[in-house]
Each structure stands twice: as structure tokens, then as C-alpha cells.
């Protein structure tokens, strides 16, 4: 039984389905079939149902997942502390340039709890990157939004918020409680510039084309909101300055708190960061859809 054919299994049982599965593991169907009908000869048992409609585990696969997910971390535990041992225990890691998340204070703490010996380095980036630096090579993983361009990286999903329009507290759209995108329709908008990734900036625009000023940083976002009047977007939940207010839009869709990095790297450190981010971001859930005002 090898390490490679658990995770194989530990991504059929975790996506209930083979394509899915495959996507994840950037490989295509028939190999992967092949490895679990091979992992269940091995073991003797059947570890999944299989039907037209997905995936099912067996109790002997609920079983073997419990063991898989335990022997998993413990070979990257034993990774991670070979590379502490050698000094060459690093990740560095994209941010987003807004620490007010609990969710990734949480994984702070939880990453040092875990890895005491592993240097943690982290750079934060404006939000022209949405990659924070991952696509150039300065970070092994970033913790940031999407949507973005995703070709050659894995992106995993930590956790989706809802979204509001961030406006002034004295205008009259800031006392609604919920707003719909045609209400904001001829408003100008904080955007940012030429070159960004269309997808990201895409969705901070609303899917339209915007005019207003040119932004890099969040403090120049609610900048341009509370001296110019102009609309942005923000998640629900983030704590505003005084003066601004930010009413849920109910035709957005959420915005993905996700990591991303490069497909194909297998740093245990990168692994052990995204199943500790998984939990503490679980631990962090989306803030309600409501409007907030300072």
C-alpha cells in the first residue's frame, strides 16, 4: 500500500466522484480507477460503491479514510521535521494586504502550534495581484479571494462570503437594507488598473465596466468611498472606519476565501498549511447577509 495510492483515495472519498477526484489530483479517470480497484485488492474489501449518481463509501472505506487522513499527516509530519532538522524548514506565504480576518488569524496561531520549527515568512500584496506574488514564484502559497485566473494552480476552497456595496453612511442607499446591483447602476466605482486579472476585477466591478478612480490598496478602496462618494465591494463582516456603511448586494455571489498554489508541488509544508487552513477557516463561518454600519 502506497502513500500515493491513499491520497488518490482520500481524494475519491473526500469528492464522492472520480471526475472530480481526478481534477484535484490533475490526472485523468482511468489510472486513478485503476489505483483504488488495485488499493481495494490489496485490502481485500470493497472501499466504494459506485453508481451513475457518484461515489458512496463502504464501511470498510469510512474506516479506511479515518486510517488514510491519519497516515497522511503523519508522513508530512515526518517530512516536516526531517526538513527542520536540515534547515530548510520555510514557506512563505501571499496575502492579501487586510489582516482583519479571523479565519486567517486563527490559521496563524494553529500553523505555529503545529510547526514551532518552521520559519514562516509572509508578504502581502496589493490587490492588482490576486495570487499575491504566487504566479512570479515569491510565495509558496497564497491565502487570498478569488475569482482569477487559475491556470497551472490548485485552488482550494476555504470558506465563501457573502457581499455588500460599501457606500457612504449619508447616502440614501446606505439605509436600505439589502440592494440589488441594477440600484448601483450609473454609480461610479473605485476600480483597479490596467493589467489586473479580468476575472478578479471583473467581479469587485460587479461584471460591469466601471469609471471612477484607480485603487491598489483596501485603504484606498474606503478612501475613495468616504472622499468621493464613489461604490466599492467588500465581504461582509470586515470592520469599516467611521463614516462608511456597507449594505449586502443579493445578486452577487460570494466571494471565495481560498489558498492557491502551484500544481504539482508537493512541499509537505504547503499540504500541512491547507488541511490546517481547512479547519480554521471551518471554525471562522461567513458572516450573515446584513447591512453593517459604523
Not at 467588500?234 to 498554489?261: C, E, I, N, Y
Amino acid at each position: 500500500m502506497e502513500l500515493r495510492t491513499l491520497r488518490y483515495f482520500v481524494a475519491v472519498a473526500e469528492e464522492l466522484h472520480f471526475g472530480r477526484a481526478a481534477a484535484r489530483l490533475h490526472m485523468s479517470q482511468p489510472p486513478l480507477s485503476r489505483a483504488i480497484k488495485h488499493l481495494e485488492t490489496d485490502l481485500g474489501a470493497t472501499l466504494l460503491h459506485r453508481s451513475a449518481v457518484g461515489v458512496a463509501l463502504t464501511p470498510a472505506g469510512a474506516a479506511l479514510l479515518d486510517a488514510a487522513r491519519s497516515l497522511l499527516d503523519h508522513a508530512d509530519q515526518v517530512r516536516v521535521r526531517v526538513a527542520t532538522a536540515a534547515g530548510a524548514a520555510t514557506i512563505t506565504v501571499g496575502i492579501l494586504a487586510n489582516g482583519s480576518d479571523p479565519g486567517a488569524r486563527r490559521l496563524a496561531a494553529a500553523y505555529r502550534r503545529r510547526h514551532p520549527g518552521v520559519e514562516i515568512r509572509v508578504r502581502e500584496t496589493e490587490l492588482t495581484d490576486p495570487t499575491c506574488g504566487l504566479r512570479a514564484g515569491l510565495v509558496d502559497v497564497a491565502l487570498t479571494r478569488g475569482p482569477f485566473d487559475e491556470a497551472g494552480l490548485t485552488v482550494h476552497e476555504l470558506r465563501a462570503d457573502p457581499v455588500g456595496a460599501v457606500l457612504r453612511a449619508d447616502d440614501p442607499l446606505a439605509r436600505r437594507e439589502g440592494l440589488r446591483l441594477a440600484d448601483l447602476a450609473g454609480r461610479r466605482w473605485f476600480r483597479f488598473p490596467d493589467g489586473t486579472d479580468p476575472l478578479w476585477r471583473s467581479y469587485w466591478n460587479g461584471g460591469e465596466p466601471r469609471e471612477g478612480p484607480v485603487v491598489r490598496l483596501v485603504q484606498e478602496c474606503l478612501q475613495a468611498v468616504l472622499w468621493n462618494g464613489t461604490v466599492g465591494m467588500t465581504p461582509l463582516g470586515h470592520h469599516l472606519p467611521g463614516g462608511l456603511a456597507v449594505v449586502p448586494l443579493t445578486d452577487m455571489a460570494p466571494s471565495r476565501v481560498v489558498a492557491a498554489w502551484k500544481q504539482g508541488d508537493a512541499n509537505p509544508l504547503i499540504r500541512s498549511f491547507v488541511q490546517i487552513a481547512t479547519a480554521a477557516y471551518r471554525a471562522s463561518p461567513a458572516p450573515a447577509r446584513r447591512a453593517i454600519r459604523w
